[in-house]
Structures are given as structure tokens and as C-alpha cells.
């Protein structure tokens, strides 16, 4: 047993915590008739991804909602950059419309790391009794690290998948592409750097954790294709409404002043034919301005 606490001892209560978790769970595995640390190990995965579930959700829509919305923020910062107070006001605006929560992709990331840091602790100073059982095809002990280091390179891969798949989402902007890119490499590369020598079953953990991870967020970008193609068709029937009360009201204003001379036909439809062109520029501008754009 391992009493080291590496700088992280208030955290000890969390270590003890998870190692009667991994025991109990252990206990489970005995009753099932196939005693395995390893097999508890993932039960440990699938029990925290149930309780980070709603978090996770709206962790996940959040972030996808700021890529698609990226365009619009660029607008407003742009159209209202000598007017911060206004600029807030339409940036408050479109993260109600889009339902976006700047927050939202912290506190997940903040509940998990005292677990993190805890099951590597109680990892290092758990007992396992027997050994045997302690074993992961070819990790003799799950307290010490993958003396092949697979484990470590599954979680770079499996991370390096789920960011992905959060990519194929939405586009998002140059900007915003460029830099999920940088961090599609950068992060799983961390990652393998930091488990190289993490215990093996943390490590167990780390790639189940990202695997389910995965299948969440291949639900959530089928969701979100649905969201943004419903949100296409309502902005294009309000277009469609916006030009059509444009047009209508020019037209009734051109009819309410003086009676104008006869023109010949062609004359007529070129006239026509301009209004609807203003209109549609019109349109444009208003497409560009946020604050006309509603559900």
C-alpha cells in the first residue's frame, strides 16, 4: 500500500470514499461470479457518467449552441464596438435565444477533478485482495502503471475521438475551427504525457469514461442537426414574411401619394422589379442585425 498523497492530502476523504466504492463494487463482481478490480473500475465509469449526465448534456448543447452562434457574436461585437453597453445587451440576447450558458462547460470539469485526483490516490494505496483479481489481460496490477502503456495511448486515442465527433457538430467559424483543431491534437497528446505513469486502472477509467463520452455526444450532434434544420426553416419563412410586408407596404405607399404619369409596361415591371430587389436588400441588412431575428 502507497500512502503518498502527492501534495493532495485534503483530498484524502475522496481517496477513502472511492476506495469503499471500488470495494463495494469489487463485492458485486464476486456476486455475478466474475470477481474482477477492473470490471469495478468501469462500473465506477458508467456510475459517474449516470450522475454527470444532466451536466454533461448541457455542457455539451452549450458549446455546440457558442459554435453555431460564433458568426452572430462576431456581427454584434463588430457592429456595436464603440457602444459596450449595447454590444452586452445583444450578446445577452443571443445566449438566451441559443440557450447558452458561459458556465456551463466548467462545472462538470470541476466535479470531476477531485474525482480524478482522488481515485488515482486511492488507487495507489488500495489492497487489493487478492492481486489476482487485480489484473487487466496484460496490466499485472491496476495500481501501478501499464508496464506496455496501451491503457495510456487508448485514452489519448479515445479523447482525440471524442473531440471529433464535438467537431462534426457545427462548423462554426475560421477562427473557432482553427483552434478546436489545434486542440484536437494538443490535448490528446497532453493526455498521453500524463498517463504514461498514472496508474492502469485510472487510466481503464479515463478511456471508458471517453468511450461513453463519445456515444453522448454521437446522440447529441443527431439531436442538434435536427435543432439547426428546424431553426433554417423558421428564419427562412420569417425572411420570406419580412420581404413580403416590405413589398406590400412600398407598394401601398407609392399608391397613397400623387397619381404618377402613364408608363409604359416595361417601365412598370422594372419598377416592380426594383422595389422587390430593395426589399431583398433590405432583408439582408436585417438578417445581419440580430436583434430583428426571432423564433
Known amino acids: ?12 476523504p475522496v481517496a477513502d470514499f472511492i476506495s469503499m466504492i471500488i470495494d463495494g463494487l469489487y463485492q458485486v463482481t464476486v456476486a455475478i461470479g466474475f470477481p474482477s478490480y477492473a470490471l469495478a473500475i ?59 450558458n458561459p458556465m456551463a462547460g466548467c462545472l462538470p470539469l470541476l466535479i470531476q ?41 487508448l485514452v489519448a486515442l479515445t479523447m482525440y475521438a471524442q473531440q471529433k465527433v464535438s ?26 504525457f500524463v498517463c504514461w505513469t498514472m496508474p492502469a486502472g485510472l487510466c481503464l477509467y479515463w478511456a471508458f469514461f471517453s468511450v461513453l463520452s463519445i456515444i453522448q455526444q454521437y446522440f447529441m450532434n443527431k439531436q442538434k ?7 433554417a426553416i423558421r428564419e427562412a419563412e420569417e425572411k420570406e414574411r419580412r420581404i413580403a410586408a416590405k413589398k ?4 401601398a405607399d407609392k399608391k397613397s401619394g400623387a397619381k404618377p404619369s402613364k408608363k409604359p409596361e416595361s417601365a412598370e415591371k422594372l419598377e416592380e422589379k426594383t422595389l422587390i430587389e ?15 431575428i426571432k423564433d
Not at 442537426?225 to 431553426?231: D, N, S, T
Open 1 to 12: 500500500m502507497n500512502n503518498e498523497s502527492y501534495g493532495w492530502g485534503f483530498l484524502q
Open 42 to 100: 468501469i462500473f465506477i465509469s458508467i456510475l459517474l457518467k449516470l450522475v454527470l449526465y444532466p451536466l454533461m448534456q448541457k455542457q455539451m448543447k452549450s458549446t455546440m449552441n457558442m459554435q453555431e452562434v460564433q458568426p452572430k457574436l462576431e456581427y454584434v461585437q463588430k457592429k456595436y464596438k464603440n457602444n459596450p453597453e449595447k454590444m452586452n445587451e445583444e450578446v445577452m440576447k443571443l445566449y438566451k435565444e441559443y440557450d447558452i
Open 113 to 153: 477533478m477531485p474525482i480524478l485526483i482522488g481515485l488515482f490516490m486511492a488507487l495507489r494505496q488500495f489492497n487489493f485482495d487478492p492481486i489476482e483479481h487485480a489484473t487487466f489481460f496484460w496490466v499485472p496490477n491496476l495500481g501501478l502503471a501499464d508496464p506496455l502503456h496501451i491503457l495510456p495511448v
Open 167 to 192: 467537431m462534426s457538430a457545427t462548423g462554426g467559424n475560421e477562427q473557432t475551427a482553427q483552434m478546436m483543431k489545434t486542440m484536437l491534437y494538443m490535448m490528446p497528446a497532453m493526455m498521453l
Open 225 to 231: 442537426k435536427k435543432e439547426m434544420e428546424a431553426r
Open 248 to 251: 406590400a407596404k412600398m407598394t
Open 278 to 292: 430593395k426589399a431583398e436588400e433590405k432583408d439582408e441588412e436585417d438578417d445581419a442585425d440580430i436583434s430583428c
